[in-house]
């Protein structure tokens, strides 16, 4: 079954008798058979088992509530002596504008024996929560629920002896009360059901002293009797729409499961296919910490992993370059070895090599050439053009008068290869009838 990103792949029925919750080699047992290996586990437990209580707070801020809610469990807790756990819903406001919290707590003992299990199996839940919680997800999921936008939705489970009613808004839980009038059977139990969900739905309009509109419906899942589901169905004050009814139309297997097995279904499925962050969270201090840790150690895997894939790209990436150069110099070898008519004029490294009847020079040349032809004059001849080292430069020529001379040096000092050039010198040859009487050189910086 998939919705969305996630999906269900597993479902085990384990039988009573075969103690699977004092025996984790069952559950070892069925994760090697079906070869599932279980990670962060959600623990689900009866609403029952908690106790619910509804309070009045004149604030809307998170952090604030958090600490009046603390505040009010650790006053309770001092009362009772026990460890407790709890967690916290808002619910909405009422008529004075008051932030409606419903606070669930429970004895850590009621959890021990739940997490113990998991702990021998070497495993930590990620979440302990209440069955309410994924029956209130499941029935986001169904096409009534989500056309009943705006009004309110009524549950009625049963389990062994226990009922719980909620009322939902959207996908908050508004109200829940869970009674219990075992062992009383028959008709009678019947009538004094129908009697409970009038006061539930009295006390919840009281709640928060506003007119509600709930929708038509009311959902009821668990082992009902037919006594207690013919009441329901002609004296209720909605029409019943029993859930596993739906589940079976959606999930024909699901009809050899017993009425508890179906209603332990319905829970889970509403975790799995419609997951929220906003569910409430029961487990103890010291499992939430191990989570944290696990959750840093998982973070940092992940890093160093990114980090080494990074790495190990970066080396390819540069190793393929490195090849790629070799083969290239070793092409120029190759070719360089094959020529014979190769002329080295000067410094080759920087003036430049002929092979194949192309000249081929260094950007240092090509620039000095540039500069050379720009600043060129009919009265002035060079002789020499060396480059060392690629940075040095010296020119050396003639010129028809030492003014001539002046002019082309001064040509040459305006171009950005010869701003640091200066006049070695500059002699003026005593055989006046000589073309070019004036010597000179320049050297660059």
């Given at each position: 079954?998939?919705?969305?990103?996630?999906?269900?792949?597993?479902?085990?029925?384990?039988?009573?008798?075969?103690?699977?919750?004092?025996?984790?080699?069952?559950?070892?047992?069925?994760?090697?058979?079906?070869r599932?290996?279980?990670k962060?586990?959600?623990?689900?437990?009866?609403?029952?088992?908690?106790?619910?209580?509804?309070?009045?707070?004149?604030?809307?801020?998170?952090?604030?509530?958090?600490?009046?809610?603390?505040?009010?469990?650790?006053?309770?807790?001092?009362?009772?002596?026990?460890?407790?756990?709890?967690?916290?819903q808002?619910a909405?406001?009422?008529?004075?504008?008051?932030?409606?919290?419903?606070?669930?707590?429970?004895?850590?003992?009621?959890?021990?024996?739940?997490?113990?299990?998991?702990?021998?199996?070497?495993?930590?839940?990620?979440?302990?929560?209440?069955?309410v919680?994924g029956?209130?997800?499941?029935?986001?999921?169904?096409?009534?629920?989500?056309?009943?936008?705006?009004?309110?939705?009524?549950?009625?489970?049963?389990?062994?002896?226990?009922?719980?009613?909620?009322?939902?808004?959207?996908?908050?839980?508004?109200?829940?009360?869970?009674f219990?009038?075992?062992?009383?059977?028959?008709?009678?139990?019947?009538?004094?059901?129908?009697?409970?969900?009038?006061?539930?739905l009295?006390?919840?309009?009281?709640?928060?002293?506003?007119?509600?509109?709930?929708?038509?419906?009311?959902?009821?899942?668990?082992?009902?009797?037919?006594?207690?589901?013919?009441?329901?169905?002609?004296?209720?004050?909605?029409?019943?729409?029993?859930?596993?009814?739906?589940?079976?139309?959606?999930?024909?297997?699901?009809?050899?499961?017993?009425?508890?097995?179906?209603?332990?279904?319905?829970p889970?499925?509403?975790?799995?296919?419609?997951?929220?962050?906003?569910?409430?969270?029961?487990?103890?201090p010291?499992?939430?910490?191990?989570?944290?840790?696990?959750?840093?150690?998982r973070?940092?895997?992940?890093?160093?992993?990114?980090f080494?894939?990074?790495?190990?790209?970066?080396?390819?990436?540069?190793?393929?370059?490195?090849?790629?150069?070799?083969?290239?110099?070793?092409?120029l070898?190759?070719?360089?070895?094959a020529?014979?008519?190769?002329?080295?004029?000067?410094?080759?490294?920087?003036?430049?090599?002929w092979?194949?009847?192309k000249?081929?020079?260094?950007?240092?040349?090509q620039?000095?050439?540039?500069?050379?032809?720009?600043?060129?004059?009919?009265?002035?001849?060079?002789?020499?053009?060396?480059i060392?080292?690629?940075?040095?430069?010296?020119?050396?020529?003639?010129?028809?008068d030492?003014?001539?001379?002046?002019?082309?040096?001064?040509?040459?000092?305006?171009?950005?290869?010869?701003?640091?050039?200066?006049l070695?010198?500059?002699?003026?040859?005593?055989?006046?009838?000589?073309?070019?009487?004036?010597?000179?050189?320049?050297?660059?910086?």
């Amino acid at each position: 079954m998939r919705h969305r990103s996630r999906r269900l792949t597993h479902c085990f029925a384990i039988k009573e008798e075969e103690d699977a919750l004092n025996n984790p080699q069952v559950l070892e047992r069925y994760f090697r058979k079906h070869r599932f290996r279980p990670k962060d586990p959600i623990v689900v437990i009866p609403r029952h088992l908690a106790s619910v209580q509804t309070l009045r707070l004149p604030s809307q801020d998170k952090h604030e509530l958090e600490e009046m809610v603390r505040l009010h469990v650790s006053r309770e807790g001092s009362f009772s002596g026990d460890e407790v756990i709890y967690d916290y819903q808002f619910a909405g406001l009422d008529a004075q504008g008051y932030a409606l919290v419903h606070v669930y707590s429970l004895p850590k003992g009621r959890l021990d024996h739940y997490l113990q299990i998991l702990k021998k199996l070497e495993l930590n839940p990620s979440l302990v929560t209440f069955n309410v919680e994924g029956m209130r997800q499941w029935l986001l999921l169904q096409k009534a629920s989500r056309d009943a936008k705006g009004r309110f939705l009524c549950l009625l489970s049963a389990g062994l002896d226990v009922f719980d009613f909620n009322v939902f808004c959207g996908s908050r839980i508004y109200f829940s009360r869970s009674f219990s009038f075992s062992p009383i059977t028959g008709q009678e139990r019947a009538s004094l059901l129908l009697r409970e969900i009038k006061m539930s739905l009295e006390l919840c309009r009281r709640l928060g002293g506003v007119e509600f509109i709930f929708d038509k419906k009311i959902y009821v899942a668990g082992g009902f009797s037919p006594e207690e589901l013919e009441a329901l169905q002609k004296h209720s004050f909605f029409d019943a729409v029993v859930i596993e009814d739906e589940m079976n139309a959606w999930y024909p297997l699901l009809g050899s499961f017993s009425a508890q097995e179906r209603l332990s279904f319905a829970p889970s499925l509403g975790l799995v296919l419609n997951p929220e962050s906003g569910c409430m969270d029961m487990r103890p201090p010291e499992c939430k910490a191990e989570a944290r840790g696990r959750a840093v150690s998982r973070w940092w895997y992940h890093v160093a992993f990114l980090f080494c894939g990074f790495t190990f790209m970066l080396w390819f990436l540069y190793a393929a370059k490195l090849v790629r150069d070799a083969g290239a110099l070793m092409r120029l070898r190759r070719e360089m070895s094959a020529q014979t008519d190769v002329m080295k004029i000067g410094d080759a490294v920087a003036r430049g090599v002929w092979i194949d009847d192309k000249r081929v020079a260094t950007r240092a040349y090509q620039d000095v050439l540039a500069a050379l032809g720009r600043c060129g004059d009919a009265d002035i001849i060079l002789k020499e053009c060396s480059i060392q080292g690629g940075v040095k430069i010296s020119l050396a020529g003639y010129g028809k008068d030492m003014t001539h001379v002046l002019d082309y040096v001064g040509s040459l000092k305006a171009e950005r290869v010869f701003q640091k050039a200066r006049l070695e010198y500059l002699v003026q040859n005593k055989d006046a009838q000589a073309e070019w009487p004036v010597s000179f050189k320049v050297v660059s910086p």
